[in-house]
């Protein structure tokens, strides 16, 4: 038995009004149901889900009204192409008529998206759908050799700033680190924090871990901790390069994951490097798209509907991010769950400035979530020391708005960088149809 797993758990839902415990226990088994059995499943979500949005959700009613359809018509998750594809615009034009109207206040939870194409959102969910994905989460952490109660290291791009998360860090044994600046002082002294705590998992974004990975490398050869058994990264793409270099470093396998507003939690399984989305949670669709005809690996769009969020509805959700689908090819963990042999979403550059300081599309999406009237952004590195920032603002944004964001960037960038804001009509997309965040000159290079 677990103790924190099977006894704290429990009470700190009782504690908190949540449920993560019992979803945790049916996870555990629905995780190797056979494929007809998932799917009845969905699909009985998915009809519940369906009657309350055209009861309580204003939006959904409407749309159902437009296209002549009753909830009776969608019986199926195959029923789903009926509705429209929904996308982030289409939430922030509709935004009023988005929250279900029959949900009490005390069982909301606030959020906001991650926006990892710079287009953050407030959005809502029940305690119920949190805590189902939490325990998503922590199903998918356990399939990385993590059991509930170990140590573990946090990376983030905040400050931790409330008490309550910081005594849930205690109680989690979690030892959270703030990256938000890069250079090698700063790995120093973090790699001596990580060595001292022994965490059995570190988690984190690709892209700061692989930096620390190579201050590692340069000073250490390798990592030299005795209890870490996985590396679980999140939040952008991860790839091969930054994976080896993790995995040489660390001396454990990298489990990466993924997860985004209304989506299933996807995380790689113990046995090769598939990824298995928590298809309880969430019915996932793939679209083809003309951005990625020609791409060998032919990606598709990843198209989610949230089978439990009843408070702020995603339906036929366009996550923005692109997936390689292995079709008919069973996965050694014997799991009937879908599988990912590829995410492809989130890509971006780092940017350095004249005094070598890394700056991270986290950097960037960190400082902008909370300034609720830029709608989007991208930072261009044109020059050694100059940094273009594109924003789309909304009608609220003006010059003393303007003021702060580019003192703020000046302060955090140093004096030696030109900060530039322009405002844009638009971010163009790139040729595969990705908005990116941050984009870095190539005549620029990294270890410059
Ligand atoms: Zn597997």
Redesign the pocket.
């Known amino acids: 038995m677990n103790f924190t797993e099977h006894i704290i758990l429990p009470v700190s839902d009782f504690l908190t009004g949540k449920s993560i415990a019992k979803h945790l226990r049916f996870l555990e088994k629905s995780q190797f149901w056979s494929r007809d059995k998932i799917e009845a499943y969905q699909n009985e979500k998915l009809k519940a889900l369906i009657a309350h949005t055209y009861h309580n959700v204003p939006f959904y009613r409407g749309i159902f009204e437009d296209l002549r359809l009753k909830p009776e018509d969608i019986q199926t998750k195959n029923d789903l192409e009926k509705l429209p594809v929904i996308t982030k615009d289409d939430i922030r034009k509709n935004y009023d008529k988005w929250m279900a109207v029959n949900i009490p206040k005390s069982q909301l939870i606030s959020y906001v998206s991650s926006g990892s194409t710079g287009e953050p959102f407030l959005y809502y969910r029940t305690k119920y759908s949190e805590s189902f994905q939490k325990a998503t989460a922590i199903r998918a952490w356990k399939w990385m050799n993590y059991r509930m109660g170990n140590k573990y290291v946090k990376t983030s791009i905040h400050e931790r700033e409330s008490t309550l998360k910081k005594i849930q860090d205690i109680i989690n044994r979690s030892l959270f680190l703030n990256f938000s600046h890069f250079n090698d002082a700063f790995f120093k002294k973090t790699y001596a924090k990580i060595l001292n705590f022994e965490p059995v998992v570190i988690r984190g974004y690709p892209h700061p871990l692989s930096l620390l990975a190579s201050y590692i490398q340069r000073n250490h050869k390798s990592y030299s901790g005795k209890k870490l058994k996985a590396i679980n990264t999140t939040g952008s793409t991860l790839h091969p390069k930054d994976r080896q270099q993790l995995e040489n470093t660390f001396k454990v396998k990298v489990f990466d994951s993924y997860s985004c507003e209304g989506s299933a939690f996807i995380a790689q399984?113990?046995?090769?490097n598939?990824y298995?989305p928590a298809e309880e949670y969430a019915i996932l669709e793939f679209l083809p798209s003309k951005y990625t005809e020609t791409d060998p690996e032919k990606p598709l769009r990843h198209i989610t509907t949230d089978l439990h969020n009843y408070a702020f509805p995603f339906i036929r959700y366009d996550t923005q991010d692109y997936v390689v689908v292995k079709k008919n090819i069973p996965?050694?963990?014997?799991?009937k769950l879908l599988?990912i042999a590829k995410i492809k979403g989130r890509d971006t550059d780092i940017l350095i400035t004249p005094q070598k300081k890394y700056i991270l599309m986290e950097n960037i999406l960190g400082y902008f979530e909370n300034q609720q009237n830029v709608l989007q952004i991208q930072v261009v590195q044109e020059d050694y020391d100059t940094f273009v920032f594109n924003l789309v603002v909304n009608s609220s944004f003006n010059n003393q708005h303007k003021e702060i964001i580019s003192t703020y960037w000046q302060n955090f960038m140093g004096d030696d960088c030109r900060i530039i804001i322009n405002m844009v009509d638009e971010i163009q997309l790139t040729r595969t149809g990705k908005r990116r965040t941050v984009i870095r000159n190539p005549k620029i290079k990294i270890n410059y």
């Open positions: 399984c113990e046995h090769n598939l298995h996965c050694d963990c014997n799991r599988s």
